[in-house]
Structures are given as C-alpha cells and as structure tokens.
C-alpha cells in the first residue's frame, strides 16, 4: 500500500466526519423541531441557527462521495450499487428536508408551513438513521463475487447492527442539534434544550452497550484490530459521559465538544476496523482492499495537488462563515420579523 493511497483512505473518512460533525447538529436541529418548539415561531427560532449554514455543510457529503469516486472507483462503485435502495432513500430524505426549508417559510396557509415543518423534521430524522443503517451495514461481511458486485439481501442491509447503528447515529446528533442550540438560542429554547439533552443522554449508554455487542458478533473488528476497537468504544463511551456531565453543569462548548468527539471517534472507528479493506465479503478472496479500489497513482498524486489547494482555502471560508454570522437568535427577533411580513 502506497502512502497515497493510504492518505486517500483517511481523506474519504475525515471528510464523512466533518459532514457528520457540522451537518449532524444541522439533522439534530430539524429534530428538535418537534421535541423542543411548541409552535411555527418556536420552530423558526431553532431553524435559524443553521439557515446561513446547512447547504454548505452538505457539500462534505458531496465531497466524501466524490473523494470516494475519484480515488477508489471500486470502492464507490460497489458499495453504491450494493446498497442503492438504502441510498436511494437517503437522496429523498435529503430532498425533501433541503426543500422543506424555502416552502415552509413560503407557504400561505397554516396548514402549509405545518406540512412542510413535518417534511424538515421526518426529512433530518430518516437521514441520520439510514446513515446510520449504511454506515453499519458497510462494515459486515456481504455476498460479492469476484467483479465486486454486491448481491446484498434484505437481512444484509437490516439486522441488529444496522439497526442500532441507525438508532446511535440518530441520537449522536440529536445531541450535536441540541448541544448546537444551546449556543445559538436565547432564553427559554435555550434552557429547555440543555434540559431536553440531558435527560435523553440516560438513553445513549444502554444503545452503545447495545452496539458493541453487536459489533463483537457481526464484524471481524474484535478479530482484526481488537486494541483499536476497543480504544475507540471507550473513547465514544467516554466522550458520551463528558457530554453528560458537561450539559448537567452548563459548560455548553464542552458539552458540543464532547458530541463532536463522539461522532468523529464513530467514524474513526468504522475506517479502522476496515483497514486495510474497505468492503468485506463473505468469501474472502473476493474482499475488496484499499489497493485493489485505488485509482492509479497519477491520479492520487493530481488529486493531492488540488487538495492541499483547495483545503485551506475551504477552511478559511468555513471558519469565516460561522464566525461572521454568529449570534444568538432569539424568539423576538423571529417574531418581530414575521410581523414585518
């Protein structure tokens, strides 16, 4: 295995974590829509603190899947035509929840903006959970033949480590949405989501006793990389309590840290546990490695051109972003808008 082919595997992965980091509390808001707001104005409230943000953040997605096409067409090909109704419901999810945004404030009845502040809310939810579903559903053994195609059944794409997996990362930014709201809200959305987040972590020790155990009996993780394995469940476990008892005492930045510790430890532990393949079949000489999905070294070497481009160049317009448009929104300022309409 080449160094670029090596530096290309981690690209791909810290490119999964930055989209779940910055878009999970994107997902996490459009949750607590319904947990948190008790009415339109409430719910724009909490809309508001990710309106200037929540496209660009996508483009971490675009990215990932791009990175993955470009640099280990195998790996993109395989795995997006093995689970391309999974993926397919993910594009409708996300459909619908980017266009639930414009419409809802657009709409001219009550009705209309209720129907739309439902799509964002069932739009953010099924997007984590089948992220979740696919993010471990890719890490268990699956039939494929020698071309690398992937003839997975219905208990290949659902069973209890995709499930939990689904239920984990819908929770994770559920708390990353509230953790996010906490900073960006003003009295009592504020107050009631601190409260929300920390009654719900009580929940999250039980799934990820839950999912380890899964994980020990559906992948070779404990097999092949056991340290590791274990490392990054403790970290997740840990980093979970930290939230825990930083959202108890009002430490807000900790507590978000801590959210955007865990997730990024999950995605860590997915692409670990891979290593050095990146799909696993049931029968072994047909396991697809990051050798054999790698592009051509020409190609990885033009791509690290463009990426030590472009990569600054994205974080300072990211960094930029956040910093110039943050401020606290509060429920006044939305209502003294709707009334300016």
């Keep these: 295995m080449s160094f670029l082919q ?14 779940l980091v910055l878009d999970g509390a994107d997902l996490g808001i459009g949750m607590a829509t319904r947990f948190l707001a008790f009415n339109y104005d409430e719910r724009q409230q909490l809309l508001r603190t990710i309106g200037p943000h929540w496209d660009g953040n996508e483009v971490f997605l675009i990215a990932a899947g791009g990175s993955m096409f470009a640099s280990m067409p195998m790996w993109y090909a395989s795995l997006f035509s093995g689970f391309y109704l999974l993926l397919f419901l993910v594009l409708i999810a996300l459909i619908f ?17 209720n129907a739309w502040m439902w799509t ?16 471990t559903a890719m890490i268990q053994p699956v ?16 069973n209890p480590l995709s499930l939990l997996g689904g239920v984990a990362l819908t929770a994770l930014c559920l708390y990353q949405g509230l953790h996010y709201a906490t900073l960006r809200t003003s009295g009592l959305m504020r107050d009631h989501a601190a409260t929300l987040c920390g009654n719900m972590y009580w929940a999250a020790y039980p799934v990820e006793v839950l999912f380890a ?22 970290v997740i476990v840990a980093t979970t309590v930290w939230g825990h008892l930083a959202t108890i005492r009002d430490r807000e930045w900790s507590a978000y840290i801590a959210s955007t510790v865990t997730l990024a430890a999950l995605v860590a532990l997915i692409f670990v546990g891979l290593f050095p393949n990146v799909l696993i079949a049931r029968n072994s000489a047909h396991t697809i490695s990051i050798v054999s999905a790698s592009a ?42 709707q009334d300016g309409y």
Aim: with cysteine; net charge negative.
């Design 6 to 19: 090596l530096l290309w595997y981690f690209v791909v992965g810290l490119l999964f974590a930055a989209f």
């Design 97 to 113: 929840r980017g266009v639930s945004f414009e419409f809802a404030e657009n709409a001219e009845t009550k009705k209309g903006r």
């Design 143 to 158: 039939p494929i033949d020698a071309q690398g195609n992937i003839f997975a059944s219905f208990l290949d794409v659902v």
């Design 213 to 234: 155990i899964a994980l020990y009996f559906q992948t070779d993780f404990f097999v092949t990389h056991p340290i590791a394995t274990l490392f990054f469940l403790v």
């Design 296 to 337: 051509t070294s020409y190609t990885l070497g033009v791509m690290t051109v463009v990426l030590c481009i472009l990569l600054p160049i994205v974080i300072a317009y990211f960094t930029w972003s956040y910093i110039s448009q943050w401020h606290r929104v509060s429920l006044q300022e939305v209502q003294e808008d």
């Design 120 to 135: 964002n809310f069932w739009g953010s939810l099924c997007t984590a959970f089948l992220f979740g579903m696919l993010f």
